[in-house]
């Protein structure tokens, strides 16, 4: 029986490895999107209704124009028997184009389908999104694939961070950022 755990990790390896065939095997046919971008230039609309735009959006889309995708919820995987989840993340990956580096955060708000444990909604709320140069890469990418994928530990990821301006830029808008539940309007279609 699939859980909440497995929707979350089947999402992040569908978004991450750029499989949107995956993406039938996390969200429900009639699945919400909400994207709300408080920070950082990412090009997402704010709503995406059904899995087929959800898969455009965060899948073929961001596939396009970002590699090296490496995202981590920050929390421990949620109770099987949720049917709500939050918390925050924190993403690592480079644009295709120019090769820069871009290392962001925010929170994630899961509501779950009963039965399938399918993501009937998701709300993305982007808080922080840095852009640094290509060179970082050197230095950003060894720390983010050496950490615990896809749950891990906040304090390990702040620990073992390396020492740029932009990298702390993120980190301290990860530690200022409660997650709390949305509203109930806010999730509401």
Not at 19 to 46: I, K, N, S, T
Not at 99 to 122: I, S
Request: glycine share 6%; hydrophobic share 45%; charged share 20%.
């Amino acid at each position: 029986m699939q859980t909440p755990s497995d929707t979350i990790e089947m999402y992040l390896l569908a978004k991450d490895g750029n499989r949107p065939h995956l993406m039938e095997r996390a969200f429900a046919g009639g699945a919400l999107l909400r994207m709300d971008v408080r920070q950082g230039d990412m090009g997402f609309p704010p709503l995406a209704h059904g899995r087929d735009a959800i898969a455009e959006t965060l899948v073929r889309h961001f596939g396009r124009t970002y590699e090296n995708v490496y995202s981590f919820c920050l929390a421990d995987p949620p109770d099987p028997a949720c049917s709500e989840f939050h918390c925050p993340w924190l993403v690592a990956m480079t644009e295709k184009d120019s090769r820069a580096v871009r290392l962001g955060c925010g929170q994630y708000h899961w509501r779950f389908a009963p039965g399938t444990r399918l993501a009937q909604e998701l709300s993305i709320v982007v808080d922080s999104m840095q852009t640094l140069p290509p060179s970082d890469i050197h230095v950003v990418m060894p720390w983010i694939a050496a950490l615990d994928r896809p749950w891990c530990d906040t304090d390990r990821a702040i620990a073992t961070a390396p020492s740029i301006p932009s990298v702390h830029a993120v980190l301290e808008a990860l530690a200022r950022t409660p997650v709390l539940a949305p509203s109930s309007l806010a999730l509401a279609a």
